[in-house]
């Protein structure tokens, strides 16, 4: 009788254990859904500025800024404006333009003075609208993320964000990329990614208020 009454409270204990678990589980995907969610719902209304916007991206490591690319974009007008510094490969600057042709006019500089002319038929920066984040929801396996994405909240640059980590990819296998992503709360765009080795990349966004002037190319072509 003894034994009896043991068996049945240890298995009332491991049903409670399971219960506790599956509700922790259970709250963590739904937590996870809706705000991964919003997110997305939220970036998303930005697509429709493919064709007018302006993108900042700046690269950062071991503290210093090593990389900054201001991008702009009106209907088929491309510019960008591109500069290194502090890496041991040296310092440089670049603008391309791009009117929608097939070619593109690049001009690179030491300093503030321009040194050399070309075209070239490829975009030397890779610029596809829209890496504001939605496409990130787009390559990851957002279900298995919903169970494995560690959510917290942070503020980056003054804003309030979303920190996620441990996004699931699971195309041609699967593993949880060890890169950290800043959604801003209030827009849903992405702000800021750190990669596995600490840099990280800060982003700045302005939609549907690019001026023609931008376009305007160096009158001197060398």
């Known amino acids: 009788m003894e034994d009896s009454t043991n068996k049945n409270s240890i298995k009332r204990i491991i049903l409670l254990v399971l219960f506790v678990i599956i509700t922790i589980l259970l709250s963590r995907i739904f937590r996870n859904y809706f705000i991964l969610k919003e997110v997305f719902l939220k970036n998303i209304q930005y697509t429709k500025y493919a064709y007018d ?19 702009y974009r009106k209907g088929n007008m491309q ?28 001009y690179f500089y030491s300093g503030d003075s321009l040194i050399s002319y070309k075209e070239n038929e490829v975009f030397s920066y890779e610029f596809v609208f829209p890496y504001i984040g939605s496409d ?5 396996n957002r279900p298995l993320s919903y169970l494995f994405a560690s959510i917290n909240e942070e503020i980056i640059n003054g804003k309030s964000c979303y920190k996620i980590k441990n996004f ?13 992503y800043y959604f ?19 982003y700045d966004y302005s ?3 690019i001026d023609d002037s931008i376009f305007i190319e160096p009158s001197v072509r060398k």
């Open 168 to 180: 699931v990819y699971t195309d041609g296998g699967f593993w949880i990329v060890d890169y950290i």
């Open 207 to 209: 939609f549907g208020d």
């Open 53 to 71: 916007y302006y993108k900042l991206t700046i690269g950062y490591e071991n503290g210093l800024e090593t990389n900054r690319v201001e991008g």
């Open 136 to 140: 990130i929801m787009y390559a990851f």
């Open 79 to 106: 510019a960008l404006f591109m500069e290194q510094m502090n890496k041991a490969e040296g310092d440089w600057k670049a603008k391309e333009y791009s009117d929608g042709s097939s070619y593109h006019h690049q």
């Open 184 to 202: 801003e709360k209030d827009t849903g765009l992405l702000l800021r990614t750190v990669e596995s080795d600490g840099s990280y990349i800060d």
